[in-house]
């Protein structure tokens, strides 16, 4: 059988999602990189867990 395709994150999300993981950015960073166009609010929630509160 095929593998499934997951669905294309936006550009910056796996490192955003690095940066998160691995503890060298803090909650309010990734909300940073939403409001900048880095990742989508969906991303934000995939990433952190959490609705985007903006």
């Known amino acids: 059988m ?3 395709k997951e669905a294309a994150h936006s550009p910056k999300f ?3 999602k690095y940066y998160y993981d691995n503890h060298l950015w803090k909650i ?3 909300q940073n990189a939403v409001a900048k166009g880095w990742i989508t609010p969906e991303e934000y929630k995939e990433i952190t867990g959490e609705d985007y509160p903006g």
């Open 2 to 4: 095929a593998k499934k």
């Open 14 to 16: 796996e490192k955003v």
């Open 28 to 30: 309010k960073a990734v």
